[in-house]
T-cell receptor, first 115, second 113 residues
């Protein structure tokens, strides 16, 4: 079974609209962390937001927020007021335990913002 | 000043030749990772290191070896490159304090012809 599932291979969204990118995860470890990264066409991996399994509140970073529903094992990324520069690949990733053995990534969602 | 650099950024090599990719960090982080990125697969872990001379295998380690003789350097070697190893390779570093973040290098695009 996949540990990280991103069900939207691609999305088209109008500029200024809000966007929700889906991510579900699977782990039996009570301690874990969920990450979202953005990868523009230039190729670098840009960290966006982090949610720990014990965090009581949903994480927010500027226009990014993480809709964390622990019981449903989902960690959706919400981008408010989308901009043309938000066009990129977006990856959801998880570390389990202390994460010494790194992150497990989903396959990504290609988001295109249309003017 | 980038805390993590990868070299080379691009490389074309022939099937059967050995190739070494280098990851260098200036953050003194304990943990270092090598991932490969292929279309439709996201990033997959090849090998990782939790200290000097301490390494372990990841999900897709076949055909790869690593070495870490200094804290700052983590080398990925393809002993005999194959076309299936054409990919973009990312190095990442991490130190587990509070946030547990991971910082990625800019990637190395490797083409095996």
């Amino acid at each position: 079974a996949q540990k990280i599932t991103q069900t939207q291979p691609g999305m088209f969204v109008q500029e200024k609209e809000a966007v929700t990118l889906d991510c579900t995860y699977d782990t039996s470890d009570p301690s874990y962390g969920l990450f979202w990264y953005k990868q523009p066409s230039s190729g670098e991996m840009i960290f966006l937001i982090y949610q720990g399994s014990y965090d009581q509140q949903n994480a927010t970073e500027g226009r990014y927020s993480l809709n964390f529903q622990k019981a449903r094992k989902s960690a959706n990324l919400v981008i408010s007021a989308s901009q043309l520069g938000d066009s990129a690949m977006y990856f959801c990733a998880m570390r389990e335990g202390r994460g010494a053995d790194g992150l497990t990534f989903g396959k990504g969602t290609h988001l295109i913002i249309q003017p | 000043d980038a805390g993590i650099t990868q070299s080379p950024r691009h490389k074309v090599t022939e099937t059967g030749t050995p190739v070494t990719l280098r990851c260098h960090q200036t953050e003194n982080h304990r943990y270092m990772y090598w991932y490969r990125q292929d279309p439709g697969h996201g990033l997959r872990l090849i090998h990782y290191s939790y200290g000097v001379k301490d390494t372990d295998k990841g999900e897709v380690s076949d055909g790869y070896s690593v070495s870490r003789s200094k804290t700052e350097d983590f080398l990925l070697t393809l002993e005999s490159a194959t076309s299936s190893q054409t990919s973009v390779y990312f190095c990442a570093i991490s130190e587990f304090q509070g946030f547990d973040g991971y910082t990625f290098g800019s990637g190395t695009r490797l083409t095996v012809v």
